[in-house]
């Protein structure tokens, strides 16, 4: 069972940062891949970006640009830095880790952008 924490979630202005951490139990290089999703009331949840072992990442169209994913060197700490931040990406974000398709789950941290 992988345990996954995720922190720095809270209440920003339009245009502000957030960086949000995701701390794992067991390392990104044993898993395909880790990530963050969000999921905004009345919605799916959603894939934001993924980084791979091999530190390859991807992120979802509305994100690019804004918003970097990254990971310490142990493959344990998972971060996603957030800029130019929209009321449209209020969401609780998740963290995730895939182990080929085995998925675990963080408890999400709530970001809400308003002013």
């Known amino acids: 069972q992988v345990r996954l924490v995720e922190s720095g979630g809270g209440l920003v202005h339009p245009g502000g940062s957030l960086r949000l951490s995701c701390v794992a139990s067991?390392?990104?290089?044993?898993?395909?891949?880790m990530g963050w999703y969000r999921q905004a009331p009345g919605k799916q949840r959603e894939l934001v970006a993924l980084i791979m072992g091999d530190g390859r990442t991807n992120s979802a169209d509305s994100v690019t640009g804004r918003f970097t994913i990254s990971r310490d060197e142990a493959g344990l700490t998972v971060y996603l830095q957030m800029n130019s931040l929209k009321p449209e990406d209020t969401a609780l974000y998740y963290c995730?880790?895939?182990?080929?398709?085995?998925?675990?789950w963080g408890q999400g941290t709530q970001v809400t952008v308003s002013s």
């Open positions: 067991e390392s990104l290089f044993t898993a395909n891949a």
């Open positions: 995730n880790q895939d182990h080929i398709g085995i998925h675990y």
